[in-house]
Every structure is written in structure tokens, then in C-alpha cells.
């Protein structure tokens, strides 16, 4: 029998297994193959829509499902936390257990630093967790006037429009409410540009101007004066607010770094072809836990959990593995309430910003439905076989 483990807590971890198992169901059913999860949360949470639940795009319940539901039949669900990676012995293990693997895939994912910026955790928002999203929600609601910051700490980090959505249904979000002349917005960004590619850069930077808000670029933040409520750069300059809205640090998991396979900052060196973690045929790194120089997105992921399923599922029955991953990726980017525009990209194709419209924004909403069964249970896995 061989054994397949997917470690869980990014993006693309349970649709892997997913894909995997739809595509070896007959090995599954004989007994050759065993498919195992381990995923220490009883949630699955669709990422996305914490950034969407302080404007009233999506509400709190609507973000997350039980993870059992979400796997699907040939996956062996563990409900424990990985603590330590062998790659060299094969074994993984849990607070319960060691398990031996024949393939193994890391989708790990990131987590966030807050300690790297000293004053961030007592006096900033952000939306990168459900509790912190609904701590957001309350302080727009209750916010009447001054300056919103919204800021990038450093880079790399999960899904790079991110900021400048937030930006822009800020906007919307204070102009649906008569607000625009209480309010004021100002984008912060370690980069001399708004966005890591300069096309983009240069479309969000006209938006900007459109909407009258302030972009305050190569601004990297070294600490937040709680007291002034100020945002301190590296070079002494300084930015105030009312109320701040910050992308933290990023760096990788801590079991990638206690397990010592990583990088300096955790991420994973990973083939960027291959998808196997440098060094090791059988086993492999997707979604933001790796460091290939893609978006941190979970649309990447999950284009990286389809080509691990089908190596690994070639691998399993004895064929050579030939899928490639050629970085690409997309994103439905939201450009206010009610528009929205598709960026997409890969290995030899900068990112392309597509005209903002309303069917954008409608795709978007339908996505936050059906996410559940199309992605996450890949249930259109293997209809091109």
C-alpha cells in the first residue's frame, strides 16, 4: 500500500487530497492506496471572504464550513497538528502519532508576524483572521471621521491586491454612507510602486487619483507609535491616523521552521516546475508556504493542487510524472462595491489587469458561493481525462 499525506493549514491542502482521490479511486477502493489529511482545525475557512465581511460583502457564517464535510470519500481526515517533517526518514508526526508516508505534500501554508512590527497588535486592524475581520467590521461601523491608513508591512504576503481592494471598497463603502468628506484614505506600500508589477501599479495609481486617495509609496514601516498613533518608516518618516488597517509580516509555518526545512523566513525551497520541495522526488510544496516568486493567492494553490494531484497520482501507478506548473494564476480583484476587475499571470506572462466592470463583481459573488464544491471539493477533477 502506499501511503499519501497532504499536511493542511494554507490554501490548496484539502483540494489536493481531493484531487487525489477522485483520481485514484479505484487504487483506494482496491487497498493499494491510502490518502490521510492532517488538518489540526475543525474549520475550513474560505480565506477570501474576511476581507470581504467588514463591508457587508459576505457575513461571518458564510466564510467557513466543517472541515469533514468538505473531504470526500477516499481522504482519512486527521483532526491533529503536525509537529515534526522527516523528509529524509519519511514521517511525519502529530501530537498523537508518527506517520509514515510514501508521498508527501506541504501546504502549510503562512503566518503572520506580528512581533516584527512592534505597536502593530495594540493599536491596527487587519483582516487576515475571522476574529480580526469582525473587530474591523465594528470600528468602520462606528467610525465617523479622520484619516484610514491602509498598509504593507513587507513583502511577500497572501494575495497581493489585497491592500488595494480594501482601498477601494473603503472608498465605496464611506461613499454609500455620505461619508467621503468626514474620511480620508491613504495607501501605504514598501515598494516605490503600488503593486509589485508596474502596469498594474500604474492603472491602481489612476484609480487613486479618481477617487482622491493618497498613495504614499517606498514607505517601509518599522513600528506603530500607539501613543501618537502614527506609522514609523525605517528612515524615521512618519504618517498618522485615525484608524490603521495593516498587512502583517509574513513568514512561513512554524512547523516548516522547527522541522529546519525551510528558508530564513520559512518558506520552502520548492522546485518551480516540479512542485517537489528541493531534493526530494516525493514530496512536494504548494501555496504560500513555498518560496516561488508567485502570488501568495489561493487561486494559485489550488492551479498547484492540480498538477501535484496528477504526479503524484501518475507516481502512485507506476507512469512517469510529466504535469508542469508554469505559474500561472488569476484573481477576481474587487475595485469597489459593485466592480471588479481579473488579474492573471504566470512564469513568462506579467500580470494583465483586465477593464473593471460589473460582471467582474457579479463572477466574484457567485465564486463566494460555489467555492465550496468546485474548488475546495474539486468536484471537477479529471472531467478532461
Not at 48 to 77: A, H, K, Q, W
Not at 85 to 91: F, Q, S, V
Not at 169 to 192: Q, T
Amino acid at each position: 500500500m502506499k501511503t499519501i499525506v497532504i499536511i493542511g493549514g494554507g490554501s490548496g491542502g484539502i483540494s489536493t487530497a481531493n484531487h487525489l482521490a477522485y483520481r485514484l479511486r479505484g487504487s483506494i477502493s482496491s487497498g493499494d492506496v491510502h490518502i490521510l489529511l492532517i488538518e489540526g482545525s475543525s474549520r475550513h475557512y474560505y480565506q477570501p471572504g474576511f476581507l470581504e465581511i467588514p463591508f457587508g460583502v459576505m457575513s461571518e457564517t458564510e466564510t467557513y464550513r466543517d472541515e469533514r464535510r468538505m473531504v470526500v470519500d477516499g481522504v482519512d481526515l486527521i483532526q491533529e497538528n503536525a509537529t515534526a517533517i522527516d523528509l529524509k526518514n519519511h514521517e511525519v508526526a502529530t501530537q498523537k502519532q508518527k506517520i509514515r508516508y510514501d508521498y508527501l505534500v506541504m501546504a502549510t501554508g503562512a503566518r503572520y508576524d506580528f512581533d516584527a512590527v512592534p505597536g502593530m497588535g495594540e493599536s491596527t486592524f487587519n483582516f487576515y483572521s475571522l476574529d480580526d475581520s469582525v473587530k474591523l467590521k465594528k470600528a468602520l461601523n462606528n467610525f465617523k471621521k479622520g484619516k484610514i491608513v491602509v498598509g504593507v508591512t513587507s513583502m511577500p504576503y497572501k494575495c497581493t491586491p489585497a491592500p488595494l481592494e480594501a482601498v477601494f471598497m473603503l472608498h465605496d463603502y464611506f461613499k454609500s454612507r455620505n461619508m467621503l468628506d468626514a474620511v480620508s484614505i491613504e495607501y501605504v506600500y514598501p515598494m516605490p510602486m503600488a503593486f509589485p508589477d508596474k502596469g498594474v501599479s500604474d492603472i491602481a495609481l489612476d484609480m487613486f487619483r479618481d477617487r482622491g486617495i493618497n498613495p504614499s509609496l517606498n514607505f517601509q514601516i518599522k513600528s506603530v507609535d500607539t501613543a501618537k498613533k502614527e506609522l514609523v518608516s525605517r528612515d524615521g518618516k512618519r504618517i498618522s491616523f485615525d484608524l490603521a488597517l495593516l498587512v502583517p509580516p509574513h513568514r512561513g509555518s512554524k512547523l516548516v521552521e522547527d522541522s529546519k526545512i525551510g528558508d530564513p523566513m520559512g518558506w520552502i525551497p520548492t522546485d518551480r516546475f516540479t512542485l517537489n520541495i528541493t531534493g526530494y522526488t516525493d514530496a512536494y510544496a504548494i501555496g504560500d508556504a513555498t518560496n516561488l516568486p508567485v502570488s501568495k493567492a489561493g487561486s494559485v494553490a489550488d492551479a498547484e493542487a492540480i498538477v501535484v494531484a496528477d504526479r503524484i497520482s501518475k507516481q502512485v501507478t507506476g507512469y512517469e510524472p510529466d504535469t508542469m506548473y508554469d505559474g500561472s494564476g488569476g484573481a477576481l480583484m474587487v475595485t469597489g462595491l459593485g466592480k471588479a476587475s481579473m488579474i492573471t499571470s504566470s512564469y513568462t506572462q506579467p500580470p494583465v489587469f483586465m477593464p473593471e466592470s460589473y460582471s467582474y463583481y457579479w463572477l466574484k459573488l457567485i465564486y463566494n458561493k460555489v467555492y465550496w464544491n468546485m474548488t475546495a471539493k474539486a468536484v471537477l477533477s479529471g472531467v478532461n481525462e
